[in-house]
């Protein structure tokens, strides 16, 4: 900045210069013209508002703002009062009473408008330091603001220290809780906006178009899908019965699944009602092996060698397993005719 002043001192010179040697150069009734002697001390004039703008720029960052200004606007009022007068001075005088050479003239003329011009880069320097100066105030003074994190930024929160909340006070005090005035945050707001959008076209689909199915259909299905999925679990979990986890079933179909099979498997020794023929008798009180589910079930799966009754559970699965000891309990005290005698322990 200060380079390119001081050039610009130095060309009005170097041109002050050139008039004045051009000027002396000329006859001495030239040097002595009335429009000479006008357009000389409009030159000198306008030399001085150059250096007092020059010194304005040079020391415009040391300088107040509003002290700039008052500068600014004296020195440009001061240079146009001056090179307005003195040019029509000039003017009138060349036309009336001027004894100048055309090029005289024209050369004094030529260093006063470079001189003008001088002045009004100099004054728009001048105003570019002072919007200088004060971009940096507006920033010294945003920087003091409450610092804003990420989550009020998200929420657009206005109250953000004891000032802006006394700004955004309701008057509204419940037990100490103050009501602010805050906008609701941009994302709920979008959100509801969403939410109306899915609405419409949920509903446009399900119920208008039928391009979807709506909850009762969407229930219905599951339900569905759950009872296939259930039926499935349950055909793999009856192969996974065994004494210990073996329950009595009491389904009309599971009994009888379990007689059919006692009639074709069981008959021969305990007799087609259970009775007993070379076996025990199974409708009474009495057991060899215990009576009850599990026991019974552990005695069809594993046979008794030492008696002759083999071991059915390469033969059945472990649901009819269950079936077949679920019906022997179902025959207990059903007093068929010719019952065999008592075997083993009461129960």
């Known amino acids: 900045m200060k380079k390119t002043i001081l050039l610009l001192l130095t060309s009005n010179l170097l041109l002050g210069a050139g008039a004045y040697a051009q000027a002396a150069a000329t006859p001495v009734k030239e040097a002595f013209d009335p429009v000479a002697v006008v357009l000389l001390t409009a030159i000198i004039g306008l030399a001085i508002v150059i250096i007092v703008l020059g010194n304005a720029v040079i020391g415009a960052i040391d300088i107040f703002r509003e002290r700039m200004k008052k500068d600014a606007e004296k020195v440009a009022a001061v240079a146009a009062i001056i090179g307005l007068t003195l040019l029509s001075h000039s003017a009138n005088a060349q036309g009336v009473f001027s004894t100048l050479s055309p090029v005289s003239y024209y050369l004094l003329l030529s260093v006063l408008g470079v001189e003008l011009l001088v002045v009004i880069c100099l004054l728009f320097v001048l105003r570019f330091l002072v919007g200088i100066k004060s971009r940096k105030k507006a920033k010294a003074i945003s920087i003091s603001k409450p610092r804003v994190n990420w989550f009020e930024k998200i929420n657009k929160t206005q109250s953000l220290d004891a000032a802006s909340e006394e700004e955004a ?134 046979g008794v060698a030492e008696k002759g009754m083999k071991a059915w559970q390469e033969d059945f699965s472990p649901k009819q397993l269950a079936q077949i000891a679920s019906y022997v309990k179902s025959i207990h005290g059903s007093n068929p005719p010719n019952p065999k005698e008592p075997q083993g322990q009461k129960e």
């Open 169 to 302: 006070d309701m008057g509204h005090n419940y037990d100490g809780i103050r009501e602010l005035n805050n906008p609701t945050p941009p994302w709920w707001k979008w959100g509801f906006l969403f939410t109306i959008a899915f609405g419409i076209v949920y509903t446009w689909r399900t119920e208008v178009s039928h391009a979807a199915p709506n909850q009762l259909e969407e229930l219905a299905a599951a339900e569905e899908k759950a009872a296939i999925a259930k039926e499935e679990y349950l055909k793999k979990a009856a192969n996974n019965i065994d004494e210990n986890n073996v329950t009595l079933l009491t389904e009309p179909a599971d009994l009888a699944a379990g007689q059919k099979i006692f009639a074709a498997s069981c008959a021969p020794c305990h007799g087609p009602q259970g009775q007993g023929v070379v076996g025990p008798n199974l409708t009474d009180d009495y057991w060899l092996h215990g009576g009850k589910i599990n026991e019974i079930f552990k005695t069809i799966k594993y």
